[in-house]
């Protein structure tokens, strides 16, 4: 994978809360890690990009976890990049978002995922599989907005005739807007 150019200027210019919103927003965009692996690389260097941790409560109980609550890590990881909360919210983005066990090329070995979620049954996820068995599914990402995170990671696909679309959005957008295109699949 190669770094976006953003990410390295990001770097260049030690920009520690950008470098902090494109490793979480990473998490979404590859739920496997190896793109976040290679950017906490690149920016391993950075002065002051971890925190210590602040105390607040993570949550344990897998049953607690949901979208709400991912977003909300998603949020305080910005202000706390401690390795406490990166570890916690690797944990639940591979609870929400699991990944299926493949070969990763780059190290040669198997990387994993929650095969069991809460919601991975539903009639979503096994049409989220299907579609990304058949090529028939679609990921939508935005960016950074004016200076400050806007991110966006979300799927479509068709199920019995019908375009379904699912949106995750994390960060705040400042002085810009957002717009998204969806492509019909013919």
Known sequence: MALSN??????????????????????????SFGRFNEMIQAASSVEGLYDEHNGK??????????NA????????VVDN??????????KVVRYLV???PKKDSRAGNETGGSSTTT????????????DQKFGDYRKIAGGVVGGFAGAG????????????????????????AVATTLTERK
């Open 6 to 31: 953003a990410f390295k200027k990001a770097v260049e210019d030690n920009s520690v809360r950008k470098i902090r919103i494109m490793l979480k927003d990473s998490l979404l965009v590859d739920p």
């Open 119 to 130: 919601f991975n049954g539903s009639p979503y996820q096994k049409q989220k599989r299907e």
């Open 69 to 76: 609550y991912m977003d909300r890590l998603m949020v305080q």
């Open 98 to 100: 699991p990944v299926s």
């Open 153 to 176: 990671v979300g799927t479509l696909f068709s199920m019995s005739g019908v375009a379904l679309v699912s949106v995750v959005v994390v960060g705040a957008v400042a002085g810009g």
């Open 57 to 66: 409560e993570l949550v344990e109980n897998q049953s607690e976890w949901d």
């Open 81 to 90: 990049f401690s390795h406490e909360r990166l570890e916690h919210l690797k």
